[in-house]
């Protein structure tokens, strides 16, 4: 079941030696795309529109912009720090960014949870609230290098890499957009103001929606221009994050031990350990023990987070705090923060978890009336093995498991398992590994409308549950699935109709859920990037389906 808080510290920062734009402290999930909305298309109107001045030369815009972030004298920046404030959904933080040659990092929390992010060269790291430490190396990292190419001023030096998109009014100003794109990155839209020529807003393609930074409050600092207030918004206002700057040092002292390693946090755990676990309603359950209390919780690898129903939060007596959104089924608020001391599951200790809470039962429609969620903080501090035939789970230190069976390698970029995998013998395509979703498969609408004909159209029309509600869908079948070398054939296929919400990603074709995996003894080490399938002793393959 995906269950994604956009709640979080971006995980990407947005300081540079030379203009350091916004920290963009965006709490979101994190995703990109190079489209522009259609109200931009709607809006920039025509080259040829007498009403309008025709638009800049591309080359000169850029220079103008160069020329008005830096005074044509001012040093290039080496080293750069700055500090300040972060306040959103109901509760309050800050930041810290250190800057030294090529080497970055930025420390950020709103309310109990912090988040950290390093980058030395090209390699970005990112630990969370729970110490789990990812690189990443899918979608984040290229969007990091258009990141670090806009903030850098090198986008102004290389027109070939920049799309002049038109003018659109934003706060009663009059702007250009301009795409931009890094080598091997991401495409961004930044917003020129007509007449300051400085940076408006950057826009780009969230999982499901627009998601954009606005800048305001410019100041000259050594002869460079900052903006000390930013806004981060997915579109729902209610749950935008401001950053206020307070301090920007340009030529600081920097204790080389902050770009030290990231350190992750793991199970504490002496040797693996086998758990019984619980399968009912297509969904897997383990025991979990919280304050000498056992509970129930859901095994979702498509999770970002460790969420506690409401109920329990109230009957351990946690402290949850802000007003925060999840995404689901659709977008919805009600989820807050707590922390959690020590959480057990079988001999396995996790300490210091900064869970999320909501009321799963009203916030599901009835469908979960369950204890919690089991996510990918448990599984990237571990090394998880399930077998769906014994209904057991063996966890384990990573490393200390040895892998059993075929290597399907995994991102977890956006702290869930994504897997490449080909469809129809064809089309590779990025899949989220859910062992929350009781179905076999589900194709999200962006990539079925990409692929028309990947799956037949039918009329037999369904109705999906999970955070946030139902959203429709209707049933079809995958004529094939190729997990490594392993194909699947025939796959009950949920073809999603959500526009928002967890299941209209833009940016994974969909889930393989629990009713196809249970194929499989599956081993998820996210540790390392990995997972690994053994066929299960009920393996079918599904050849022999109409």
């Not at 950020?108 to 990443?136: H, M, Y």
């Not at 014994?390 to 970029?413: F, W």
């Amino acid at each position: 079941m995906p269950v994604r808080a956009r709640s979080r510290v971006s995980a990407v920062s947005r300081r540079s030696p030379k203009r350091a734009l916004t920290s963009r402290a965006s709490w979101t999930r994190i995703a990109a795309c190079a489209l522009l909305s259609a109200l931009l298309v709607a809006a920039q109107g025509t080259r040829g529109d007498a009403r309008q001045p025709p638009l800049p030369d591309l080359r000169d815009l850029l220079s103008r912009y160069a020329r008005a972030v830096d005074d044509a004298a001012s040093p290039e920046i080496d080293r750069f720090e700055s500090t300040g404030t972060l306040t959103g959904g109901g509760l309050t933080g800050a930041f810290h960014t250190w800057i030294d040659g090529d080497r970055e990092r930025t420390d950020q929390n709103l309310g109990p949870r912090g988040e950290k992010t390093l980058r030395i060269g090209e390699r970005l790291w990112f630990a969370d609230s729970d110490g789990d430490v990812r690189e990443f190396t899918g979608i984040l990292a290229r969007r990091a290098r258009t990141q670090r190419f806009i903030d850098s001023g090198d986008f102004a030096q290389a027109p070939d890499r920049c799309v002049l998109r038109g003018r659109q009014t934003i706060g009663g100003r009059q702007t250009f957009a301009v795409d931009v794109t890094a080598q091997d990155g991401e495409t961004e839209t930044l917003y020129l103001d007509a007449q300051t020529n400085l940076p408006v807003r950057i826009a780009y393609d969230d999982d499901d929606g627009r998601t954009t930074i606005d800048l305001s409050d410019w100041r000259s600092v050594g002869g460079h221009r900052f903006p000390f207030k930013t806004v981060a918004s997915d579109g729902d206002h209610a749950f935008d994050t401001t950053e206020t700057t307070a301090t920007v040092d340009l030529a600081p002292t920097i204790d080389p031990a902050v770009f030290a390693p990231l350190v992750a946090r793991r199970i504490e755990l002496t040797a693996p350990d086998t758990v019984a676990v619980q399968y009912h309603d297509g969904h897997l359950f383990a025991p979990v023990r919280i304050a000498n209390h056992t509970y129930t919780f859901l095994l979702d690898t498509g999770a970002q987070n460790i969420l506690i129903d409401k109920r329990v939060a109230a009957d351990l007596g946690l402290n949850a705090v802000g007003a925060l959104e999840a995404s689901g089924a659709t977008r919805t608020g009600g989820l807050q923060l707590a922390k959690v001391d020590e959480l057990d599951i079988g001999r396995g200790r996790l300490r210091d978890v900064v869970a999320t809470t909501i009321d799963l039962g009203a916030s599901t429609d009835g469908a979960f009336r369950i204890d919690g969620i089991l996510g990918y903080p448990f599984f990237a501090a571990s090394t998880v093995r399930i077998d769906p035939d014994a209904r057991t789970m063996t966890l384990a230190v990573p490393g200390s498991l040895t892998p059993q069976g075929e290597k399907i390698p995994l991102q977890v970029d956006r702290a869930f398992p994504e897997a490449e995998l080909r469809v129809n013998a064809t089309t590779q395509a990025e899949f989220i590994i859910d062992t929350g979703n009781a179905g076999e498969l589900l194709l999200y609408k962006p990539f079925v409308d990409k692929h028309p004909g990947i799956v037949p159209f039918t009329t037999n029309s369904r109705k999906s549950f999970g955070i946030g509600g139902e959203t429709a869908s209707y049933r079809s079948a995958l004529e094939r699935l190729d997990l490594g070398t392993i194909p699947i054939y025939h796959a009950d296929t949920d073809v999603m109709l959500a526009t928002s919400g967890a299941f209209a990603d833009r940016f994974d074709a969909g889930n393989v859920g629990l009713g196809l995996l249970r194929n499989f003894q599956i081993t998820f080490d996210l540790a390392n990037d990995a997972m690994y399938v053994v066929r299960g002793a009920e393996f079918n393959d599904g050849h022999m389906r109409i």
